[in-house]
């Protein structure tokens, strides 16, 4: 499996980000995908899942706020975050759901601060 995530960046409280992950070495479409993320300090905790039928879950702390989705067509999963705010602040990485192995991309920084 590998999975190389994209899009992170600065952004000013308020702003917006999308994350991708391209996702190769497995059958895509089975699988469920999830958006982890690691603040400087704390362990990395779950932030969306999008099933492969496309239901979504997020973490309280996200949403309304966060909208995961993903195209199979591409072997891709997205995250739409808008109204960012400091405490968003991390490394994001998506992983599939269920994970036969402890295999992480390189994730992508994410930086909210004015």
């Known amino acids: 499996v590998q999975l190389v995530e994209s899009g992170g960046g600065l952004v000013q409280p308020g702003g917006s980000l999308r994350l991708s992950c391209a996702a190769s070495?497995?059958?895509?479409?089975?699988?469920?995908m999830g958006w982890y993320r690691r603040a400087p300090g704390k362990q990395r905790e779950l932030v969306a899942t999008?099933?492969?039928?496309?239901?979504?879950n997020y973490a309280d702390s996200v949403k309304g706020r966060f909208t995961i989705s993903r195209d199979n067509a591409k072997n891709t999963v997205y995250l739409q975050m808008n109204s960012l705010k400091p405490e968003d602040t991390a490394v994001y990485y998506c992983?599939?759901?269920?994970?036969?192995?402890?295999?992480w991309g390189q994730g992508t920084q994410v930086t909210v601060s004015s």
């Open positions: 070495g497995i059958l895509f479409r089975i699988y469920a």
């Open positions: 992983k599939e759901i269920p994970s036969a192995n402890d295999y």
């Open positions: 999008i099933t492969s039928d496309t239901s979504t």
